[in-house]
């Protein structure tokens, strides 16, 4: 069996880059919305948190390449649990109010 490449090709940083905006949608209508739980907006607060605070794991002026790359650890982390938290049919809903172009 075939074992997917460890890293993303340019191609997918290019869909990644692409699809960005519609990320940002996405997620802030998600953190809108009433029918998402709680604990799943908490997440997004403290990695935003996180980001933002001056103490980090790893010190940006002591580990600068790997001082960024917790940071990015962090907002991925939580971007993925956030969207497992959230009800699949609302996740959904929202998907295709994006792809359709509602506002």
């Known amino acids: 069996m ?3 490449p460890a890293s993303l090709s340019t ?4 869909r990644l880059l692409w699809h960005f905006p519609s990320f940002v949608k996405l997620y802030w ?8 739980p709680l604990r799943a907006k908490v997440i997004l607060i403290a ?8 103490f980090d794991l790893l010190p940006d002026y002591l ?16 971007a993925r649990w956030f969207i497992s938290l ?18």
């Open 11 to 14: 191609w997918q940083v290019f």
């Open 86 to 103: 959230c009800p699949p049919d609302v996740v959904q809903e929202r998907v295709k109010e994006i792809s359709s172009g509602k506002s």
């Open 2 to 4: 075939a074992t997917p």
């Open 29 to 36: 209508r998600l953190f809108k919305d009433h029918r998402v």
């Open 63 to 78: 580990f600068p390449f790997f001082g960024t790359l917790d940071d990015l650890g962090v907002v991925i982390l939580a």
């Open 47 to 54: 990695a935003a948190l996180y980001v933002l605070d001056p």
